[in-house]
């Protein structure tokens, strides 16, 4: 019997500065906990900083794939990747951003699947641009997660985004509000952030998850979901993170039972 495949998720925004880097990372510890093997892949290729927000270090980045498997080089997909801990790897982004310029979109859907090959889950950071490159990456992935705050301009953004879905026939999303990104930052009340966006709020992290020496965690290249006093400390927003993590377990092994039910 062949190994399934691992599922995909791409983080996504509207707007930059909306803590997509911080949750894709916050989720990868959640899916530790589950004793998912999880692949980062930083795919915002001219400023990404998952490796740095980790401290890990790295000699291949996804230009190196795209370059090795352009000129016939590939040969282990393992030979891109850095290990942060046991369950955890990384895909970095290029160190000279100019190399991403030279990243062809059509290796992007190679790059997933041999992702997906790997790994039980395949975490996509990217930037805010909807851009060729994202284009493709999220009509590869199996689900996208739209990251948003409570402020006027991501507002207005992510409606004409959902527009945009809607009209391209899109539906393999879900929406998290994250309050915790600028707490004191409350215009709007979530009945009028939904009236804004035209689309329902799947899921929240609440404003007590802002986390004063966030900074501390990054310099130490600690992941805040692997912290033992996560689940008490911040329970509810634990929860919030569990409930995005289990909905994509169940919903790729309800998937894999419907296949072999074929």
């Given amino acids: 019997m062949s190994k399934s495949?691992?599922?995909?998720?791409?983080?996504?925004s509207s707007k930059g500065g909306v803590g997509k880097t911080i949750t894709?990372?916050?989720?990868?510890?959640?899916?530790?906990?589950?004793?998912?093997?999880?692949?980062?892949?930083?795919?915002?290729?001219?400023?990404?900083?998952?490796?740095?927000?980790?401290?890990?270090?790295?000699?291949?980045?996804i230009y190196n794939f795209v370059d090795d498997y352009n000129?016939?080089?590939?040969?282990?997909?393992k030979d891109y990747v850095s290990k942060y801990d046991e369950f955890i790897d990384i895909l970095a982004c290029p160190k000279d951003p100019r190399q991403s310029n030279k990243i062809d979109s059509k290796y992007l859907?190679?790059?997933?699947?041999?992702?997906?090959?790997?790994y039980d889950i395949v975490l996509i950071d990217t930037n805010h641009i909807l851009d060729e490159l994202n284009i493709v990456v999220l009509d590869k992935v199996d689900y996208i997660l739209f990251v948003l705050t409570n402020d006027p301009l991501a507002?207005?953004?992510?409606?004409?985004?959902?527009s945009i879905l809607k009209d391209s026939n899109v539906t393999n999303y879900k929406i998290l509000l994250n309050n915790s990104r600028e707490p004191f930052k409350d215009y709007f009340s979530l009945f009028d952030i939904k009236n804004i966006i035209k689309a329902n709020?799947?899921?929240?992290?609440?404003?007590?998850?802002?986390?004063?020496?966030?900074?501390?965690?990054?310099?130490?290249?600690?992941?805040?979901?692997?912290?033992?006093k996560m689940?008490?400390?911040?329970?509810?927003?634990?929860?919030?993170?569990?409930?995005?993590a289990l909905e994509t377990i169940e919903n790729k092994e309800a998937l894999e039972k419907d296949e072999e039910a074929v």
């Fill in 231 to 244: 689940p008490t400390t911040f329970n509810k927003d634990y929860d919030t993170l569990m409930k995005i």
């Fill in 155 to 162: 507002l207005k953004n992510m409606k004409s985004l959902v």
């Fill in 201 to 228: 709020i799947d899921y929240t992290l609440t404003s007590s998850f802002y986390i004063k020496n966030i900074d501390s965690y990054i310099m130490n290249g600690q992941i805040i979901t692997l912290q033992n």
């Fill in 5 to 12: 495949k691992g599922k995909s998720m791409c983080l996504f």
């Fill in 109 to 118: 859907e190679i790059l997933i699947d041999k992702a997906e090959s790997n």
């Fill in 71 to 77: 000129n016939n080089r590939y040969k282990d997909f």
């Fill in 24 to 61: 894709a990372i916050n989720l990868a510890g959640i899916y530790e906990h589950l004793e998912k093997r999880v692949l980062l892949l930083d795919l915002d290729l001219s400023s990404g900083g998952i490796s740095m927000a980790l401290n890990c270090s790295f000699e291949k980045s």
